[in-house]
């Protein structure tokens, strides 16, 4: 049990690199093609400016999410106001050019999602049309392409001796661009190997290195817990996690049950962070000591939920629990 309780050696499963998500971005093009701005309200949007504060203006827009390849998504505006389903895939504008997607969510839970966000007001993209069946066709096309560029990828990487794990591969729809999901340990000059890439695709290439938790989501999986993972179902912005998160709710600390599939610390750790205070008034403090009749205790931890103290009264004998009015009796009579 000694070991259960120790902190030694979990510090590198804390998402130290968590903020260079997506951090680094090389892009290297075949032929000069003016960027455009990518993100003013006006050309987002159309005629219909979005600011701060319009709420209620956004509540009366058309308003959908797409999904892409590797769990990624992101709202449209339906101008046409042609009705689109969930499951249907549309062709939908690109920071260059256009890209196909399927239609995640529709109506009211999509403004919910967009509130939850804090994203009222913020500019949107446009969806143009349904997709046809030839552009389906040319979709699936697409992903063989994409299996294809993934062993490219990794031969190349091997060529210019680049220790790169490729996570996913996405071809936009209209094959101006390929980029390449992957991570790796550090930074890594990967120039030679962009160049290398776009002589053999004559096409726009962008390689994008993501941390473990977003590596984790664009690959999907299961929890411990036996469900989706949080940050592939609901869970949008990933937020830093610590030991202190562990250590403030007494839980055990064990690397296995600690870390999830991305080998960082659970996001879910978050989720009674901080300890109800109206609970724990009521509880000891870790340290503090108490006379039993087997001696000297020493509080370990405690269990708010099943009204628990857990005493250590020897550093070399496990640690046993008595409950919170046994303890409090303690407390009465060392007084």
Known sequence: MADQYDFEGLERYEDRDYDFSVEEIETITVADVEIPCGGCTSCAVGSRALGSGLENDEA?????????????????????????????????????????????????????????????????????????????AKYLENRDIEKKAAYVFKEKAVKYGLNLKLVTVEYQFDRSRITFFFSCDGRVDFRALVRDLASVYKTRIELRQIGARDEARKIGGYGTCGRELCCLLWLDQLKHVTLEHAKAQNVSLNAGRLTGLCGRLKCCLLYEYPPNDELTIYFPSVNSKVITEKGEGVVEKVDVFNDLVYLRYDKGESIEHITLAEFKSYQVQNH
């Open 60 to 136: 009366a827009l058309d308003i959908i999410e797409v999904g892409f390849k590797a769990n990624r998504t992101s709202f449209y505006l339906n101008e046409s106001g042609v009705p689109i389903e969930p499951g249907a895939y549309v062709i939908v504008e690109a920071e260059r050019g256009i890209d196909l997607g399927r239609v995640n969510f529709t109506g009211e839970i999509v403004h919910q999602k967009r509130r939850a966000r804090g994203l009222v007001g913020h500019p949107m993209r446009k969806i143009i049309r349904r997709a046809s069946d030839e552009e389906i």
